[in-house]
């Protein structure tokens, strides 16, 4: 159990027999009766966000989430990754993956949120080096400028690239935003 008054952004904790993360928290001290703590709770389960109010010293349970790198091997039905110690797979389903699924390679290496000995979600690299597959021809003299343009990368993810990206160039996205950072 933790106080309202320890909540960290990021934090998991357990309400109404839901697992929820700590998006945002602010503790609030009218100047006329008690202190309380707003937030802004994400369901990690269902991904759904709601505000929320606590009382400022109100007990609830932590939620202890576990994590564990993973190889990613494939896509059926369902995600497949594998543990690289183990090599006990797990899946997920496209609902737990959410947009993440656009900066997903095979062979990759990503984090899997275990709560409870179930996989809710994953955590990808912050960059990953991926292949342009699909982009208008850039124009002939053109350099570095800020004007972008849509192209396709190999895991399906559409990203803005400057105009002298072509088909086959190698770049690097970031994963938490979808964008552009560099040619490799």
Not at 83 to 90: I, S
Not at 111 to 123: C, H, P, Q
Not at 148 to 165: D, H, M, R, S, Y
Request: proline fraction near 3%; charge should be negative.
């Amino acid at each position: 159990m933790i106080s309202s008054n320890d909540f960290k952004n990021g934090m998991a904790i357990e309400y109404d027999g839901e697992l929820l993360e700590i998006i945002y928290f602010q503790h609030v001290k009218p100047g006329k009766g008690g202190a309380f703590v707003r937030t802004k709770l994400k369901n990690l389960l269902t991904g759904a966000i709601f505000e929320k109010t606590f009382r400022a010293g109100e007990k609830i349970e932590q939620a202890i989430l576990e994590t564990r790198k993973m190889q990613y091997l494939y896509k059926d039905e369902h995600y497949i990754f594998m543990d690289n110690l183990t090599f006990e797979q797990f899946s997920l389903d496209e609902k737990q993956i959410g947009d993440k699924k656009y900066f997903l390679k095979e062979n990759m290496e990503a984090t899997l949120v275990f709560y409870k000995g179930n996989a809710i979600s994953i955590e990808l690299p912050t960059f990953i080096e991926a292949k342009v597959v699909k982009t208008e021809p850039g124009i002939k003299g053109d350099t570095v400028s800020s004007s972008f343009k849509p192209a396709e990368i190999e895991t399906g993810a559409k990203v803005q690239v400057p105009l002298f990206i072509e088909n086959g160039d190698i770049i690097k996205v970031d994963t938490r935003t979808g964008e552009y950072i560099t040619r490799v």
